[in-house]
């Protein structure tokens, strides 16, 4: 039995004889009718049928009867046939219901089966919408019980689930005198009471539930003429109407919590109704309710908080003037993961883009957020006697104090007790610029599939002096140059009060026009020379960019003209391939051992969003039928496609630009290089017999783009560390002389093998194993693992690990 039926009144002995009188009766004729319907029992049109308009002979008692006796089957019986719409019109009509019949109802309602279609509540929410306050009053504990219930049921289908709320709401209001609808800003989540209780007041003003209730009632994005007029009415006639809007949207706003379905409806007719306001104010309120609704929890980053009022605020929001829309829009479209939002985010960019004159690239460039940083990406904010700064430090942005021009350790506890609230705003600051950031990195990067060219003057402002863009542009190499043909490369540097682009030779390079280099359209002894520059400076860049991986068509790639098998038959460790997918930009749908989830097409737009690459993959099962779980995906085929208005045109490779190819591959070769079971250095000791011929084949092949680039950084790294005289760099491999034996490190997959007799060696490096030896760049963990690994063996006589010793010994 439901919880909540233990707070329903006793049904006197009288009242249950003289509602289940007729019940079998009743009961045998409906069965019968319902046999003639047979072809249409189980769908939603049996009510519609011939056969059934006999029903509208009966007499009112007689549907009253066969409405009982239909709940009872619909409640209890052992099959969840599809008895909503024979129990409505059944029910519906002029009856005499009784307080007695809702009693009865609902407890057959509560020791019945709560099925998806929630046809067991249809006729308790059907008589409770006709009672009076009166005979609902003793009954509001229990149908209050019963609505929260309702409203927490995540596996209720929403259309009858809605139905059955708002009528059973509409009793409890009636029951209890509430102004506020029950049904709407409820207890299914944890925003609803939130704003009950904030704005208890506001809510119940005159005018202002109605005006909730007909923004709740939009079933689509778009509104149409008919409603907006009726919204404008009761925004008129509203007391306090407006307010009322902007009250639970700053509550959405600052809540930034996934809700309910039902608040989701809400909020999307709210903002309707706030964009019927004009001002800077509605725009920046609309700006962070959209951003709010279109973010997701971190654990189901698909998933976002409101998606409803999402799509309809983008929209909403996209026909407003000023920077705020293209600004938030265009950190939306770096940052949101489900399809739906961000398809309409970047057709909402792309609207703007073109009536401004702008490409979607440029609208996302202009529109990066400075946070009202200075040029060297700080903000200093006086907090009583003490100066807060926030400031850009490498790539993150960090919060410090100062007292008398003196350096604090931490935050006062001054700061924390009497100026909480400009604390709260100063680590609001700090995340949104990291969040500004982590999107510009991925955003900037991605332009190294484009080719895109700036006015020296709009590349200086937006991609150097930007206070958050900077941090990535001043380190990056670039090319400029005067006629568009000659091109000169050189890295930027500040003279006097601007900024101009010093080449290998330590001259500035002259030019108007300037353009990101790219290894794939440099000499290969410039891109060496870049390589030995960038390690001589001790410069970081933010991504590979002169160590970057080069990927021309092959061959082979000519030979099969339409897709690329250059990375095929690969066996990746699922969930973390998917993971870095999505971390670098692919969208993809999950695999899993059901229709449709044997196979996924991983895709990503290169080339300023006009090419499209896809990458296939396919589900491997495990031999154990019980074992549901994906722990291990096969690779396929990489394609192409171009635009072409709407749709997406497939390509040949032949004709796919050298810059959206190579990036492209990059990307799946990263994929394939670092969740390959290969790379693990703890399979070999627990694989399954079926991929281990794939494994030994793997762990000491030839080496790829990305790992011919990594042994040209080794060969420039070694000669400066302390192991120099003790490592050897071949072509596949690393040599190792320890002092208990020598080792070979795959340059590939990271494997070690010990000499003389190839025994493998498991080693799970720690993080950070390179100490305070400077790499050029930070995007090639294996990298890392690698020199930490050759560290750790030119020392093999220290190692302590228990583990490591045995297999060293053996």
Known sequence: MADWTRLLPALSAADRRQVETGLADADARVRALLRRTADHYWGSSVTRTPEWAVTGSWSAERRRRAALAVHLEAATGSVPSALNDVVRSLADGEHDWTRADLVWSLEVAGRGWGYQNAAHLELPATIAACLSPADLADLAPALSALFDEITEDYFMAAEPRRRVALLIGQALDRATGRRVPSWLLHNGDEFGPLVRAGLADVLAAPGVPELLAHCASLDRPAASARWLHALDEHLATATGGPEAVRGVLEAFAAHRRSVHEDSDRLLRGLVWALSRESGEAATDLLARVTAAASAAPRQASGFPHAQRTAIAAVRLLAERDGEVPVRTLARLAATVKNKAVRARVQTALAGLGALRGWSLSEVMELAVDDHGLDSDGSRRVQVGPYQATVRVVGEKARLTFARGGTALKGVPAAVKETHADELKQLRGLVKGVNATLAAERLRVEALLSEERTWAYRDWVSRLLDHPVTGTYGRRLIWETSADGHEWSA???????????????????????????????????????????????????????????????????????????????????????????????????????????????????LFGGGAWRASFHHHLVGTDDPRDYDVHHCSTDQVRFARQDGATWEPAPLADVPPLVFTEAMRDVDLFVGVTSIATDPQWADGGEDRFRDYWHRTVVGALTPSAQVRRDALARLLPRMAIADRVTLADRYLHVRGNLRGYRIHLGSGNIMMEPNDAYLCIVPARGGTGRLHLPFEDDPMLSTILSKAIMLAADDTITDPTVLRQVAA
């Open 490 to 604: 050189g890295l930027p540097r500040a003279d006097g009060d601007g900024w101009t682009v010093v080449g290998l030779d330590g001259r500035p390079a002259h030019g108007d026009r300037v353009r990101l280099w790219h290894p794939i359209r440099a000499r290969v002894d410039e891109t060496l020379a870049w390589r030995e520059r960038v390690l001589a400076t001790g410069l970081t860049q933010p991504f590979k960019q002169a160590f970057r991986e080069v990927y021309l068509i092959t061959p082979a790639e000519e030979r099969t003209r339409t897709y690329s098998n250059r990375f095929a038959a690969h066996i990746l460790r699922y969930r973390q391939a998917n993971a870095l997918m999505r971390a670098r930009g692919w969208q993809a749908g999950y695999l899993g051992t059901w229709d449709g989830g044997y196979d996924s097409e991983a895709t990503k």
